[in-house]
């Protein structure tokens, strides 16, 4: 992962422009239950996980006990892009602090903490958190302050504990200003030097220069005591191998085919099991092919892999589907004769999708296959208190479009329980699709049997004002109609649709109705000369009681 930074304002159809972001969030994936209930991200309650929020004061470790994943559930110490290690059968997690106030759109991340526990189990059990044991320019004199990205700790040969981070450089000469620097420490939790005071290993100049952003570093220190470090994003993917040293690079770069690697983006993890070498990896290549990302924002964990640590790799499959944070970022370990994945969610409280939380799951191989294959991952949660009624039942729709949404945008999103104050694409629902923009454009809910209803509101977003013909603004008009008897029929009695963007927005009553379904159709502002997209944060279906 890296950090998103923008100038001025931006139009859903700059959302994934290179161009105006260092780094563009992929994943969002909310449902823990696409039924009744919508226990998501940001509104996941303390009784997730702990029962009581952890206090965390400064550098201090603290121990606590986890109730389920997300490993620290309340929202006191959030954690992004987690590397595992085990020593002494002991697991460690390193994981970046998310420091990000509520609501806002980039990467806020000042340092490293470390996870530890004897007896990790993903239902629950003891750890503790060093929540500093390392921040970029305290380590590194060359860097500059915060950007604690995805890094790694390896122990090396010499039984010392080697931090793969990457950071930015201060003062660099670099298009780029990216770098990954080496620190070592006699324990995985510190206190970590750097062991190359000269500079950062690797950058845009040294030691043979690319172009790349020089992040998301994954080392393996083989069986025969060979060292091989990848690293990149955007579908690059580059490696070299290191000394036993730990820091001295040696040979040619290797430039990774990605073609073999279906769906490749970023946050690569190199690993051996048996004889086989595994390339675990955050994929996104949304569309109608993709085995996973159903937006351009989404991503999910998939694998190669391959009989060298050199490649070539062979795409296996998906490990983990989507998740409710807008990155991913896996690491896999064995403790005890069990495997791991270990990944990060948004599902502590208040959590989004700059303030992420490790989690982790049992990972389970098939070794019947050769190369020996990866189950997929089931995602679990910690217990969940049982949610309020209501008269909202759209949870329990299936949602659809009758007209093509836009990739970057998601249908579920509809009805996701989740309303962000300052949305990415995947949060909302859009017909916005530049000049090729719709007029009107049409939302269905559908149930598997009869409900009744007798109300609708909509939250709507927007970021042009009313009557505009580009980016997304609030519709002209809209209605809703129900299926009875095989054909569409506007509700009777409605009371007046708002059209005001407003994340409370008022119901709209209508006569009572039973139906299997029913559609919103929506007419944008604009005309001759183009139209504006219309989004949707949500889209409630009442019934009359709660239930």
Avoid at 44 to 59: C, F, M, N, P, W
Avoid at 221 to 237: A, I, K, N, Q
Wanted: net charge negative.
């Amino acid at each position: 992962m890296a950090a998103s930074t923008s100038a001025g304002p931006i139009y859903p159809s700059q959302w994934h422009d290179p161009s105006l972001f260092i780094y563009l969030p992929l994943s969002k994936a909310w449902k823990l239950n696409m039924g009744m209930r919508s226990l998501i991200g940001i509104t996941v309650a303390l009784a997730a996980g702990i029962t009581q929020a952890v206090e965390i004061d400064g550098s201090d470790p603290v121990t606590f006990t986890s109730k389920g994943n997300p490993i620290l559930a309340d929202g006191s110490w959030y954690s992004g892009d987690p590397a595992p290690l085990v020593v002494n059968n002991t697991v460690y997690i390193l994981s970046g602090k998310d420091d990000a106030p509520p609501d806002t759109n980039s990467f806020v991340m000042p340092q490293w903490g470390m996870f530890e526990s004897a007896s990790p189990d993903p239902a629950g059990s003891e750890w503790t958190l060093y929540p500093n044991i390392a921040a970029p320019s305290e380590v590194f004199s060359w860097a500059s302050e915060g950007t604690a990205y995805a890094a790694q700790v390896v122990q090396g040969p010499d039984q010392k504990f080697y931090l793969y981070a990457p950071v930015t450089e201060a003062n660099s000469p670099n298009t780029d200003p990216f770098a990954i620097g080496v620190a070592v420490s006699d324990s995985p939790t510190g206190p970590y030097e750097d062991a190359h005071p000269d500079g950062p290993i690797v950058s845009q100049s040294v030691p043979t220069g690319n172009d790349i952003q020089n992040i998301d570093p994954t080392v393996l220190v083989d069986e025969d005591g060979s060292v091989y470090l990848y690293f990149g994003t955007f579908g690059r993917l580059l490696g070299y191998q290191l000394d036993s040293d730990m820091t001295t690079i040696t040979g040619d770069v290797i430039e990774v085919d990605t073609s073999t690697l279906t769906g490749y983006f970023e946050a690569p993890w190199l690993m051996k099991r048996q004889e086989t070498y595994y390339m675990v990896y955050a994929a996104n290549n949304a569309g109608a092919d993709s085995p996973c990302t159903p937006t351009s924002y989404h991503a999910c964990i998939a694998y190669a892999s391959s009989s060298s640590p050199l490649g070539p790799w062979t795409f296996q499959g998906v490990v983990l589907h989507i998740v409710s944070s807008t990155t991913s970022h896996p690491g896999v370990v064995e403790s005890n004769g069990s495997w791991y994945l270990v990944y990060h969610t948004a599902d502590a409280e208040g959590g989004y999708h700059f303030r992420r939380s490790v989690a982790f799951d049992e990972l389970t191989w098939d070794d019947s296959q050769s190369p020996p294959t990866i189950n997929t991952v089931k995602q679990t949660f910690a217990p969940q208190s049982d949610p309020e009624q209501t008269r909202n039942i759209a949870g329990a729709a299936n949602a659809s479009s009758e007209n093509a949404t836009p990739i970057q945008y998601w249908v579920e999103a509809l009805h996701d329980g989740v309303i962000s104050v300052n949305p990415l694409p995947p949060d909302i629902w859009s017909s916005y699709d530049g000049t090729n923009s719709l007029g009107e454009s049409t939302v269905v809910y559908s149930w598997d049997s009869a409900v009744t209803l007798n109300g609708t509101a909509m939250v709507f977003f927007a970021d042009q004002p009313a009557g505009a013909s580009e980016g997304v603004a609030p519709p002209t008009a809209w209605h809703v109609e129900y299926l009875e008897n095989g054909s569409w029929t506007e509700v009777s009695n409605s009371s007046p649709y708002p059209l005001e963007v407003s994340d409370t927005p008022v119901e709209v009553g209508f006569d009572q109705i039973e139906t299997t379904s029913i559609r919103a159709v929506l007419s944008a502002s604009g005309g001759s000369g183009g139209y504006a997209g219309v989004g949707i944060k949500e889209w409630y279906a009442y019934a009359p009681t709660a239930q």
